[in-house]
Protein backbone atom coordinates (compact mmCIF):
# COMPACT_ATOMS: atom_id res chain seq x y z
CA UNK A 1 0.00 0.00 0.00
CA UNK A 2 2.77 2.35 0.81
CA UNK A 3 4.13 1.70 -2.44
CA UNK A 4 1.15 2.72 -4.47
CA UNK A 5 0.72 5.96 -2.62
CA UNK A 6 4.80 6.50 -2.72
CA UNK A 7 4.21 6.00 -6.62
CA UNK A 8 0.87 8.45 -6.44
CA UNK A 9 2.27 11.01 -4.74
CA UNK A 10 5.67 11.06 -7.56
CA UNK A 11 3.24 10.74 -10.45
CA UNK A 12 0.88 13.75 -8.87
CA UNK A 13 3.83 15.81 -8.38
CA UNK A 14 5.50 15.24 -11.52
CA UNK A 15 1.96 16.28 -13.14
CA UNK A 16 1.72 20.02 -10.98
CA UNK A 17 5.54 20.29 -12.05
CA UNK A 18 4.69 19.66 -15.88
CA UNK A 19 1.70 22.20 -15.66
CA UNK A 20 3.77 24.51 -13.67
CA UNK A 21 6.47 24.63 -16.22
CA UNK A 22 3.67 24.64 -19.23
CA UNK A 23 2.19 27.87 -17.80
CA UNK A 24 5.78 29.66 -17.49
CA UNK A 25 6.51 28.73 -20.92
CA UNK A 26 3.19 30.25 -22.36
CA UNK A 27 3.20 33.66 -20.07
CA UNK A 28 6.75 34.30 -21.16
CA UNK A 29 5.72 33.31 -25.26
CA UNK A 30 2.60 35.41 -24.70
CA UNK A 31 4.87 38.43 -24.72
CA UNK A 32 5.42 39.57 -28.35
CA UNK A 33 9.01 39.10 -29.78
CA UNK A 34 10.45 42.53 -30.86
CA UNK A 35 13.71 41.17 -31.78
CA UNK A 36 14.37 40.26 -35.47
CA UNK A 37 16.84 37.43 -35.16
CA UNK A 38 17.04 38.16 -39.82
CA UNK A 39 18.60 41.54 -40.25
CA UNK A 40 22.14 42.41 -39.85
CA UNK A 41 23.10 43.90 -36.05
CA UNK A 42 25.37 46.45 -37.57
CA UNK A 43 23.09 47.92 -40.35
CA UNK A 44 20.49 48.41 -37.94
CA UNK A 45 22.41 50.19 -35.87
CA UNK A 46 24.08 52.39 -38.72
CA UNK A 47 20.43 53.09 -40.07
CA UNK A 48 19.06 54.51 -36.65
CA UNK A 49 21.83 56.55 -36.75
CA UNK A 50 20.94 57.81 -40.05
CA UNK A 51 17.54 58.95 -38.57
CA UNK A 52 18.45 59.73 -35.32
CA UNK A 53 20.89 62.51 -37.11
CA UNK A 54 18.17 63.83 -39.23
CA UNK A 55 16.15 64.02 -36.39
CA UNK A 56 18.30 65.56 -33.57
CA UNK A 57 18.01 62.44 -31.43
CA UNK A 58 19.90 59.87 -29.54
CA UNK A 59 19.41 55.88 -30.95
CA UNK A 60 18.71 53.54 -27.83
CA UNK A 61 19.72 50.09 -28.48
CA UNK A 62 18.49 47.17 -26.46
CA UNK A 63 20.63 44.53 -26.84
CA UNK A 64 18.75 41.38 -26.27
CA UNK A 65 16.62 38.97 -27.88
CA UNK A 66 13.50 36.64 -27.93
CA UNK A 67 15.03 34.30 -25.68
CA UNK A 68 15.09 36.59 -22.80
CA UNK A 69 11.84 37.12 -21.03
CA UNK A 70 13.33 40.04 -18.79
CA UNK A 71 13.96 41.84 -22.49
CA UNK A 72 10.64 41.01 -23.69
CA UNK A 73 8.81 42.06 -20.45
CA UNK A 74 11.02 45.54 -21.10
CA UNK A 75 9.84 46.02 -24.54
CA UNK A 76 5.87 44.90 -23.36
CA UNK A 77 6.34 47.64 -20.20
CA UNK A 78 7.40 50.46 -22.17
CA UNK A 79 4.69 49.68 -24.95
CA UNK A 80 2.13 50.46 -22.32
CA UNK A 81 2.91 53.53 -20.67
CA UNK A 82 2.35 56.55 -22.63
CA UNK A 83 4.44 58.88 -20.66
CA UNK A 84 7.75 56.47 -21.09
CA UNK A 85 6.32 56.21 -25.18
CA UNK A 86 6.40 59.71 -24.95
CA UNK A 87 9.76 60.34 -23.31
CA UNK A 88 11.10 57.79 -25.88
CA UNK A 89 9.31 58.87 -29.40
CA UNK A 90 10.49 62.52 -28.65
CA UNK A 91 13.85 61.83 -27.77
CA UNK A 92 15.43 58.78 -29.35
CA UNK A 93 15.49 56.26 -32.13
CA UNK A 94 14.86 53.28 -30.65
CA UNK A 95 15.96 50.15 -31.09
CA UNK A 96 15.74 46.22 -30.65
CA UNK A 97 19.32 44.70 -31.14
CA UNK A 98 19.21 40.75 -31.39
CA UNK A 99 22.07 39.19 -29.57
CA UNK A 100 22.58 35.84 -27.92
CA UNK A 101 25.85 35.17 -25.74
CA UNK A 102 25.70 32.01 -27.90
CA UNK A 103 26.27 33.73 -30.78
CA UNK A 104 30.11 34.16 -29.37
CA UNK A 105 30.50 31.09 -29.18
CA UNK A 106 29.35 29.62 -32.18
CA UNK A 107 30.67 26.64 -34.65
CA UNK A 108 30.44 28.45 -37.36
CA UNK A 109 33.30 31.27 -37.39
CA UNK A 110 31.19 34.34 -39.41
CA UNK A 111 28.52 34.17 -36.86
CA UNK A 112 31.23 34.80 -33.77
CA UNK A 113 33.26 37.52 -35.74
CA UNK A 114 29.72 39.06 -36.38
CA UNK A 115 29.35 38.64 -32.55
CA UNK A 116 32.67 40.10 -31.09
CA UNK A 117 31.98 42.54 -33.82
CA UNK A 118 28.77 43.85 -32.37
CA UNK A 119 30.29 43.25 -28.45
CA UNK A 120 33.32 45.17 -29.52
CA UNK A 121 31.21 48.07 -31.10
CA UNK A 122 29.11 48.33 -27.91
CA UNK A 123 31.60 48.58 -25.64
CA UNK A 124 31.13 45.03 -24.40
CA UNK A 125 28.04 45.80 -23.12
CA UNK A 126 26.53 42.61 -22.63
CA UNK A 127 28.99 42.16 -19.56
CA UNK A 128 25.93 43.99 -17.75
CA UNK A 129 23.48 40.92 -18.76
CA UNK A 130 20.72 41.44 -20.40
CA UNK A 131 18.77 43.35 -21.50
CA UNK A 132 21.48 46.16 -21.37
CA UNK A 133 20.61 49.45 -22.39
CA UNK A 134 23.36 51.31 -24.87
CA UNK A 135 22.92 55.32 -25.75
CA UNK A 136 24.30 56.71 -28.75
CA UNK A 137 24.90 59.81 -29.68
CA UNK A 138 23.65 60.89 -33.14
CA UNK A 139 27.19 59.98 -34.24
CA UNK A 140 26.84 56.95 -33.03
CA UNK A 141 29.53 57.62 -30.23
CA UNK A 142 28.44 55.84 -26.79
CA UNK A 143 27.19 57.90 -24.08
CA UNK A 144 25.90 55.79 -21.87
CA UNK A 145 25.17 52.09 -21.11
CA UNK A 146 22.60 51.24 -18.42
CA UNK A 147 22.47 47.99 -16.57
CA UNK A 148 18.55 46.89 -16.92
CA UNK A 149 19.05 45.52 -13.49
CA UNK A 150 18.76 48.73 -12.02
CA UNK A 151 15.75 49.64 -12.94
CA UNK A 152 13.69 46.12 -11.82
CA UNK A 153 11.63 46.14 -9.34
CA UNK A 154 10.04 43.16 -8.56
CA UNK A 155 9.23 40.82 -11.15
CA UNK A 156 8.80 44.14 -13.18
CA UNK A 157 10.16 47.46 -13.80
CA UNK A 158 10.26 50.55 -11.70
CA UNK A 159 8.35 53.66 -13.61
CA UNK A 160 10.21 56.56 -11.82
CA UNK A 161 13.33 54.70 -11.92
CA UNK A 162 12.88 54.23 -16.33
CA UNK A 163 11.95 57.78 -16.85
CA UNK A 164 14.65 59.40 -15.05
CA UNK A 165 17.16 56.89 -16.67
CA UNK A 166 15.61 58.22 -20.51
CA UNK A 167 15.13 61.64 -19.21
CA UNK A 168 18.97 61.61 -18.15
CA UNK A 169 20.02 60.57 -21.21
CA UNK A 170 17.97 62.41 -23.86
CA UNK A 171 20.17 65.25 -26.09
CA UNK A 172 18.76 68.07 -24.49
CA UNK A 173 19.83 66.61 -20.68
CA UNK A 174 22.91 65.37 -22.51
CA UNK A 175 23.75 68.78 -24.34
CA UNK A 176 22.76 71.17 -21.71
Known sequence: MNMKRTLFI???AALISATSFAQDAKSQTGL??????????????DKALIQAKKEGKFVICQVGGNWC???????DYISKDSDITKIINDNFVYIHVNYNPRMAKSKDEAVAKRAAALMKRLDNAGRFGY????VLDKNGKII??????????GEGYNKEKVMRFFKNWTPKAVNS
Open 131 to 134: PVFI
Open 69 to 75: PWCLKFA
Open 32 to 45: KKVYDESINQMEQI
Open 144 to 153: HIQDSGYLEE
Open 10 to 12: AIM
